[in-house]
Nanobody
Framework: QVQLVESGGGLVQAGGSLRLSCAAS????????LAWFRQAPGKEREFVAAIRWSNGITYYADSVKGRFTISRDNAQNTIYLHMNSLKPEDTAIYYC???????????????????WGQGTQVTVSS
C-alpha cells in the first residue's frame, strides 16, 4: 500500500522559511515523478515543484522559482520542499504526489498523479 506522508507545515511570518517533508513508502519510486502541489481556500490545486526520482531533474512553477527548492533523499525515501522568502500568497495546504512516467502529459496536471498525501497546512502572515 503506497503512502505519502507530509510534515513540516506551520505558521510563519512573511519573509520566513519552512521545510516540508514527504515520506514515501509502499513501493519502489525509482522511475517516478514526485511533486508538490498546493491548494488555497476557494482556489484550484496548483503545481509547485517536481523532481524525477531517478536523476534528480527538477521543475518549478514560475511563482516559486528562485524561492523554493525541491530535493530528495534516496536513502530515506523522502522528498523535501525548502521554502524561503515566503509570502502571504503562499498560504495553502501543500500536498505531496507521485506518478509513473507519462510521456506527453504535463507534470502540471494534478489528475495525472497516481498517489497523494493528506496535505500539510502552511500559513504565512503579513
Amino acid at each position: 500500500q503506497v503512502q505519502l506522508v507530509e510534515s513540516g507545515g506551520g505558521l510563519v511570518q512573511a519573509g520566513g522559511s519552512l521545510r516540508l517533508s514527504c515520506a514515501a513508502s509502499g513501493r519502489t519510486f525509482s522511475n517516478y515523478l514526485l511533486a508538490w502541489f498546493r491548494q488555497a481556500p476557494g482556489k484550484e490545486r496548483e503545481f509547485v515543484a517536481a523532481i524525477r526520482w531517478s536523476n534528480g531533474i527538477t521543475y518549478y512553477a514560475d511563482s516559486v522559482k528562485g524561492r523554493f527548492t525541491i530535493s530528495r533523499d534516496n536513502a530515506q525515501n523522502t522528498i523535501y520542499l525548502h521554502m524561503n522568502s515566503l509570502k502571504p500568497e503562499d498560504t495553502a495546504i501543500y500536498y505531496c504526489a507521485a506518478r509513473r512516467p507519462l510521456s506527453g502529459v504535463s507534470y502540471y496536471t494534478p489528475g495525472s498523479y497516481d498517489y497523494w498525501g493528506q496535505g500539510t497546512q502552511v500559513t504565512v502572515s503579513s
